[in-house]
């Protein structure tokens, strides 16, 4: 070990909890701005050590353990190596009844480590959407909010974690965060990535998204370019391959909206394209919702679960990186 490591080995290993006390103190100042020492202290040794006083009773030792944890995500190297060391469910645990500081700590790392690709359904897996969602929907911290978001977005750049989203009954929390203005730039992502599921597409239909994005767009509460992009985008997914969106769109007035976009002189190309496929959707009746719709969307869906009609009859679907120290 080296000096640095061994003084805070043996601060945390002691049975005294105002040795824990410093040690972790002493490991979240050094993990704070140094990358070289995140990379270093993120021993076996350590780790073994941050597991057990993550879960503990005193108040500012699990504090200082689950901000340390944060610091030491943020490398590359160390985001696999955390969650194969068994943190995730211990991370849980704290999210679900620990301090209050302590769960802001915790949905932090919890956002730093789902950005690495291998961890995402690791996370989701052992259980972390739910009270990700829960701390979403209920947490009085604003930063904790963003975090949780942020986390659920990359949870949910993979299928299975989109229908366990749905499943929690995220669509609705959403659309009504959405509607009252809650970290909607946030929200929009999410909502974009649950529309490319069959269960999310369906709960945003049964859920009114339609006339929501749309009305968010009309009263410009999708302020900026990139959520008017992401407000845009959510339409473009729900449209495809769906014969109900056409008629919802209409009575929601998308064909005015989208029209506006295209054809204003301010806003990006790709943002102009999105509502000009829209506006095919809406327009192209004989396409796409004329004779045989039903039986093209019927093998759209056979298609998507990997069935063909023959065989269903013989047997009756970008993310940001943490960088906060703490």
């Known amino acids: 070990m080296s000096e640095?490591?061994?003084?805070?080995?043996?601060k945390l290993r002691s049975a005294n909890t105002v040795d824990h006390e410093q040690g972790l103190i002493l490991l979240r100042k050094t993990t704070r701005s140094s990358e070289s020492s995140r990379i270093s202290l993120c021993t076996?040794?350590?780790?073994?050590?941050?597991?057990?006083?993550?879960?503990?009773?005193?108040?500012i030792v699990q504090t200082n353990a689950a901000a340390s944890l944060v610091n030491l995500s943020l490398e590359k190297?160390?985001?696999?190596?955390?969650?194969?060391?068994?943190?995730?469910?211990?991370?849980?645990?704290?999210?679900?009844?620990?301090?209050?500081?302590?769960?802001?700590?915790?949905?932090?790392?919890?956002?730093?480590?789902?950005?690495e690709e291998e961890n995402k359904m690791v996370i989701g897996v052992l259980g972390a959407v739910e009270p990700l969602l829960h701390a979403l929907r209920s947490s009085e911290s604003e930063r904790a909010r963003q975090d949780a978001a942020l986390a659920l977005y990359h949870l949910s750049l993979i299928p299975n974690n989109r229908t366990r989203l749905v499943r929690a009954g995220a669509v609705p929390i959403m659309l009504s965060m959405l509607r009252s203005g809650e970290?909607?730039?946030?929200?929009?992502?999410?909502?974009?990535?649950?529309?490319?599921?069959?269960?999310?597409?369906?709960a945003m239909l049964d859920g009114n998204a339609v006339a929501i994005l749309v009305g968010?767009?009309?009263?410009?509460?999708?302020?900026?370019?990139?959520?008017?992009?992401?407000?845009?985008?959510?339409?473009?997914?729900?449209?495809?391959?769906?014969?109900?969106f056409r008629g919802l769109a209409s009575e929601a007035g998308a064909e005015a909206i989208m029209t506006d976009i295209v054809e204003s002189e301010g806003g990006s190309e790709r943002l102009k394209e999105k509502a000009g496929k829209i506006l095919q959707a809406i327009r192209g009746g004989e396409r796409e919702f004329g004779e045989g719709a039903e039986a093209r969307e019927w093998n759209r869906m056979l298609e998507a679960s990997g069935l063909s009609r023959s065989q269903f009859q013989g047997g009756q679907k970008?993310?940001?990186?943490?960088s906060s120290q703490f």
């Open 4 to 10: 640095e490591e061994e003084e805070i080995y043996n």
């Open 77 to 115: 190297p160390n985001k696999l190596k955390i969650v194969r060391s068994g943190f995730v469910p211990l991370l849980i645990d704290v999210l679900k009844s620990g301090s209050t500081e302590a769960q802001e700590h915790v949905i932090g790392a919890l956002f730093s480590l789902a950005v």
């Open 216 to 244: 968010k767009l009309r009263e410009g509460g999708a302020d900026s370019e990139a959520a008017r992009e992401n407000c845009v985008g959510a339409l473009l997914t729900l449209s495809v391959g769906n014969m109900r």
């Open 183 to 202: 970290s909607a730039s946030r929200i929009l992502l999410l909502l974009c990535n649950l529309a490319a599921c069959s269960e999310g597409k369906g």
């Open 44 to 59: 076996e040794r350590l780790l073994s050590l941050l597991r057990s006083l993550l879960v503990s009773r005193y108040n």
């Open 318 to 322: 970008e993310g940001f990186a943490y």
